[in-house]
């Protein structure tokens, strides 16, 4: 069977849980699943939901963002409903110098739609992204 007929699940390591806990499901308001050990740490990893099954799974790891690359994307409808609600959270978007922001952090995205970037605690980079 080939790979692409299997679900896949992004994997995001984080220095300390307890600060991503309250960041995955209190400021974005992910659903916790699943909790489980992570190498030698007992509960050092959360698997959350989104888009109707497991998606992200978050672990305690020494090697947390250490990379500037965009991790994963959330594929919306509604980008400025989305950036509205996370912003009043407490999520702050990212405004990158060679890109030309709205007020809200949106930009266009190559190809044609919008996007905007947010990193949790450690760094890790996401994404939400609109065709519109």
């Known amino acids: 069977m080939p790979l692409s007929a299997h679900h896949l699940r992004a994997s995001i390591a984080v220095r300390d849980l307890q600060k991503a806990i309250a960041f995955y499901e209190g400021t ?6 699943q909790s489980g050990p992570s ?24 090697s947390a963002g250490q990379t500037s690359a965009t991790l994963a994307t959330w594929y919306v ?7 509205d609600e996370l912003a009043s959270s407490g999520v702050e978007f990212i405004r990158y110098d060679h890109l030309e922001h709205d007020a809200k952090g949106i930009t266009a995205r190559a190809g044609g739609g919008r996007i905007a970037w947010f990193q949790d605690p450690d760094g890790n980079t996401f994404a939400l992204e609109a065709d519109i």
């Open 39 to 62: 190498a030698n740490i007992p509960d050092g990893s959360r698997v959350y939901g989104s888009g109707g099954g497991p998606a992200l799974n978050v672990y305690q790891s020494d």
């Open 28 to 33: 974005l308001g992910l659903e916790a699943l």
């Open 77 to 83: 409808d509604d980008i400025d409903q989305l950036v």
